[in-house]
């Protein structure tokens, strides 16, 4: 049994999970359903906690999950380059390093990957009962099928296609992405008339 701190939409996850060996995200990908033992849910409207001995949480109802105890195989890891970005998951904003090749951009990243995107030096940042939230760790995995948004810091916002933004509840209304451009509507163009020609009085 391992220790599981996850993110859902509209609560913090904590309990203990049976795992079998391996890294962490190969686990959540090859896990539809996750069987929680000794759960707390902590209530974003509120923050009022509620303790269940067993829940089983589908894996498409977590945001993100904290990644703790040891790395994954040493064989596995590959030198990579990291870049910083920023990413809405949920009624979540994680800023974090994404790992790729010199070459990747973050949001090619994303599509490239299984279901869950590592971020390392993660920080979570959230509102809980009327307070804002700060908390940072080490390794975060982000589910990438509830990502709103996906940039890098000195980028524009890139709106990923395949989930449709929704403003969490209590939440201030959206403001339009940055990647939306008002076009104006092109007005039809209208040539000037242009006098008579002057005639002469025939005799």
Known sequence: MVEIDAYAADCRVHGRVEFGEGRLSDQLNQ???????DARLESLADGHVVAISEITIARDELCAVVVSGPRGDIARR????????????????????????????????????????????????????????REEMATLLVNRDRMRSFRAIDQPSLDLRWDKPQAPKDAAPAETPSTATLRKAARPRTKKARPPASSKPTA
């Open 31 to 37: 896990s539809p359903e996750l069987l929680i033992r």
């Open 78 to 133: 590959l030198h990579t380059r990291t870049r910083l970005v920023e990413v809405e998951v949920g009624p979540y904003l994680v800023v974090g390093r994404a790992h790729g090749t010199p070459t990747s951009e973050p949001l090619g990243i994303a599509l490239r990957r299984q279901a869950w995107v590592p971020l390392t030096e993660a920080t979570v940042m959230y509102r809980c009962g009327g307070s804002d939230v």
